[in-house]
Antibody, heavy 121, light 106 residues
Framework: EVQLVESGGGLVQPGGSLRLSCAAS????????MSWVRQAPGKGLEWVSV???????DYVDSVKGRFTISRHNSMNTLYLQMNSLRTEDTAVYYC???????????????WGQGTTVTVSS | DIQMTQSPSSLSASVGDRVTITCRPS??????LNWYQQKRGEAPKLLIY???SLQSGVPSRFSGSSSGTDFTLSINSLQPEDFATYYC?????????FGQGTKLEI
């Protein structure tokens, strides 16, 4: 069974840091691409970051220079290091990927359950 | 960034109805258009990718199409489990962007 399990969320003060993890089973984090998508309370979905199989990465402008996506191949785990956190980063963070032909179109057919990040003083 | 204008933002319908949701990108996205369903408290679920390809396991009452610059998600014969929020996403250009969502209510 393919599964993504996020962890690492919590309450942090503005300016603080958190590292989110996404443990994968049934797929390999280096195989295609892995993304982070977030959803602020009561709001829509926002794509945050991606790491491709070759290691190239990209970010939405609002997190560039503050967030870093990475992966640990042997642990088959995706990470999102979040620094200089702002109140507007408060959201549920999902990791997502694809194991089907949808991957060619960078659609996401495998999602984790999400981990909640709250940035507040 | 490519802006995705999704309409309507909310929609009331009944079981058995047919509904359509539209998404218009601000630039050409070459059919790199995906549709997701999200139920309250759950992760999104992929329904359609590449504008019209039905994801495996998704009921055939869901369909996607494109016409000119617009992309459409259609749901035939609504079922009780279809009442949820739907999002379009362009994955053609980085950053990938989502529409603002359509809440489908009874």
């Amino acid at each position: 069974e393919v599964q993504l399990v996020e962890s690492g969320g919590g309450l942090v003060q503005p300016g603080g840091s958190l590292r989110l993890s996404c443990a994968a089973s049934g797929l390999t984090v280096t195989s295609i691409y892995m993304s982070w998508v977030r959803q602020a309370p009561g709001k829509g979905l926002e794509w945050v970051s991606v790491i491709f199989s070759g290691g190239s990465v990209d970010y939405v402008d609002s997190v560039k220079g503050r967030f870093t996506i990475s992966r640990h191949n042997s642990m088959n785990t995706l990470y999102l290091q979040m620094n200089s956190l702002r109140t507007e980063d408060t959201a549920v963070y999902y990791c997502a990927s694809s194991i089907s032909s949808a991957a060619f179109y960078y659609a996401m057919d495998v999602w984790g359950q999400g981990t909640t990040v709250t940035v507040s003083s | 960034d490519i802006q995705m204008t999704q309409s309507p933002s909310s929609l009331s319908a009944s079981v058995g109805d047919r509904v359509t949701i539209t998404c218009r990108p601000s630039q050409n996205i070459n059919n790199y258009l995906n549709w997701y369903q999200q139920k309250r408290g759950e992760a999104p679920k992929l329904l359609i990718y590449a504008a019209s390809s039905l994801q495996s396991g998704v009921p055939s009452r869901f369909s996607g199409s494109s016409s000119g610059t617009d992309f459409t998600l259609s749901i035939n014969s609504l079922q009780p489990e279809d009442f949820a929020t739907y999002y379009c996403q362009q994955s053609y250009s980085s950053p990938s962007t989502f529409g603002q969502g359509t809440k489908l209510e009874i």
